[in-house]
């Protein structure tokens, strides 16, 4: 079975860090690009950062550029999002979800079940 | 950056409705637009992608069309299954999504 499992969410402080990972099961890993995309609480989806399934090309939305660092790590499956300098409006769920294809360019056609993460004092 | 619009916010619809959803984009994306459900607490599911492809398994009464800055989902007739947000999303850099759909019960 085709399957994206998320963890490493929780609460942290505001300038916190936290790594959020995802493992893969069922599918050829290394062949699909991965993202993260994320949901605050009520609001809508907004994409935050994708990986080509080589790991060789990388973009993040603006808001995260230099503050969040997506990874992977083909030998065991796994794609993982580094968050550093956290805000409040960091806070959401979070989606780990594969791309339709190796390049980043494709549809998101796998998404985990989602890792909560909130930003707070 | 793009921005994506959907239309409208909210939609009120019953059990056998046909159901229109628009997503305008501010430049050309063709065609790279997918359509998205989701329920509450739940992740969002692939619909269509590629502006008009159904997703394997996902029913025929939705469908997607659409080229250039104006796309359109359909849901030919209404079942329950289908109340939910629809979300379409430009998967290019950037990805970005639409502010989403509530289809609710009339």
């Known amino acids: 079975e085709v399957q994206l499992l998320e963890s490493g969410g929780g609460l942290v402080q505001p300038g916190g860090s936290l790594r959020l990972s995802c493992a893969a099961s069922g599918f050829s890993f290394s062949s699909y690009a991965m993202s993260w995309v994320r949901q605050a609480p009520g609001k809508g989806l907004e994409w935050v950062s994708v990986i080509s399934g080589s790991g060789g090309t990388i973009y993040d939305t603006d808001s995260v550029k230099g503050r969040f660092t997506i990874s992977r790590d083909n030998s065991k499956n796994m794609v993982f999002l580094q968050m550093i300098s956290l805000r409040a409006e960091d806070t959401a769920v979070y989606f780990c979800a594969r791309g339709m294809n190796q390049l980043p360019r494709g549809a998101f056609d796998i998404w985990g079940q989602g890792t909560m993460v909130t930003v707070s004092s | 950056d793009i921005q994506m619009t959907q239309s409208p916010s909210t939609l009120s619809a019953s059990v056998g409705d046909r159901v229109t959803i628009t997503c305008r984009a501010s430049?050309?994306?063709?065609?790279?637009l997918a359509w998205y459900q989701q329920k509450p607490g739940k992740a969002p599911k692939l619909l269509i992608y590629?502006?008009?492809s159904l997703e394997n398994g996902v029913p025929s009464r939705f469908s997607g069309s659409g080229s250039g800055t104006e796309f359109i989902l359909i849901i030919s007739s209404l079942q329950p299954d289908d109340f939910a947000t629809y979300y379409c999303?430009?998967?290019?850099?950037?990805?970005?999504f639409g502010q989403g759909t509530k289809v609710e019960i009339k």
């Open positions: 999303q430009h998967y290019n850099s950037p990805w970005t």
């Open positions: 430049q050309s994306i063709s065609p790279w």
């Open positions: 590629k502006a008009s």
